[in-house]
């Protein structure tokens, strides 16, 4: 944990970013360094999944709480903050300090560091996989089946890296332990330095019969279908972690994870601000005028609404409940509908009459606004 940079530095943000902030500066990171446009460079590689992890934590309300309140101690299980010992994670990583302090090498009487093995259990490398989906999609939910080429465990020899009937053997250079340790006496005292076993590779074991499908690693590359269950109310750059279903753990440890960035298609009629819809429908003038009841369609069903005469362009009305549904909650957001005034074209000679009556039958005393601004212009020059 120590290792880690701080979240909002990893996405080039103040502390206590907004959501829109993040969004973008994730978006931007990640298109820059995702692995399509840096084929084989390690350092890309890398710095997408720390993007990642970073905007995992911080698009999320209440890990971003966490986060803002302890550091990575507080969305880290091992922590303090996530039931460890005393917030330094147990007494191992207390010798770790030293060890890391000292070279690797003991402490006066503490007898020794405890240096990390090389043999140690260890996550899986996490997979990042974005998905298209319909706006309809997202406003509802749905289920996806997706292919996925990843690195999974060898069937062969079930992850063991050895052939069938074999098993691997304990390294007799270093007893098993991945370590080898040398001692040296200084006038402050004895110190003990650790460092991988040479024969093993710090592994701790030796596989004299690797198994011919992996090589030895216990894993091999396969394309694997996987469903992903979408919930309703996520937006673009929304992110669904699924656990377990990252790349397998190294000696014994638990498998990665697969994180899936949500694309939205944009909706042809609708659009979406947050939690709310938006609508604009054209009326004619005389609808606008004389009031009138329009159907006005939502995500689910259409429904009547009554314009009231006199409704001016550029007014708005509001369906409440009609928008989409929240991510962490039953509530859902509004629909609001825009007039706008369309005016007729393409008009013929009966039709050009019938407004022209209309025009001179409807006097100037009728148009609020055209009439203010008449009388404005009359006092302006007079």
Not at 4 to 19: H, I, T
Not at 102 to 112: I, S
Not at 331 to 359: C, W
């Amino acid at each position: 944990m120590a290792d880690k940079r701080d979240y909002y530095e990893v996405l080039g943000l103040k502390k206590g970013a907004g959501e829109d902030e993040i969004k973008k500066a994730f978006r931007k990171l990640a298109m820059k360094y995702h692995p399509d446009k840096n084929p084989g460079d390690k350092e890309a590689e890398e710095r997408f999944k720390e993007i990642n992890e970073a905007y995992a934590v911080l698009s999320d309300p209440e890990q971003k709480q966490k986060y803002d309140q302890f550091g990575h101690a507080g969305v880290d299980p091992n922590s303090f903050a996530g039931g460890g010992f005393g917030g330094f994670g147990g007494f191992e990583d207390i010798f770790d300090i030293f060890g890391s302090a000292f070279g690797g090498g003991g402490f006066g009487g503490f007898g020794g560091s405890r240096a990390r093995r090389s043999n140690a259990p260890r996550k899986g490398n996490d997979i990042q996989k974005s998905m298209t989906i319909s706006f309809t999609e997202a406003a509802f939910g749905c289920k996806k089946q997706i292919k996925l080429t990843k690195q999974v465990k060898c069937k062969t020899c079930d992850g063991t890296g050895a052939t069938p009937g074999t098993s691997k053997k304990s390294c007799p250079n270093c007893g098993g332990t991945g370590e080898i340790r040398t001692q040296q006496r200084t006038p402050l005292g004895t110190f003990q330095s650790v460092s991988p076993c040479p024969d093993c590779n710090g592994t701790g074991e030796i596989n004299e019969s690797p198994c011919a499908d992996c090589g030895g690693t216990g894993r091999v590359r396969d394309t694997v279908k996987i469903t992903v269950n979408i919930p309703a109310g996520v937006d673009n750059d929304s992110v669904i972690p699924i656990r377990g279903q990252g790349e397998p753990g190294f000696n014994g440890g638990p498998d990665g994870d697969l994180y899936i960035v949500i694309n939205v298609k944009p909706h042809k009629i609708f659009e979406r601000r947050g939690q709310d819809l938006w609508l604009e429908i054209p009326i004619s003038f005389d609808q606008a005028a004389l009031g009138d009841e329009i159907v006005v369609p939502t995500l689910e069903e259409r429904v009547s609404y009554k314009v009231p005469a006199g409704t001016q362009p550029g007014t708005v009305f509001r369906l409440k409940g009609k928008g989409i549904q929240s991510l962490r909650s039953s509530r859902k957001g509004d629909l609001y509908v825009k007039v706008s005034l369309e005016v007729p074209t393409k008009l013929n000679s009966k039709q050009k009459k019938a407004i022209k009556q209309m025009g001179e039958a409807v006097t100037d005393e009728c148009y609020h606004k055209k009439s203010g601004f008449l009388d404005s212009i009359k006092e302006f020059f007079s």
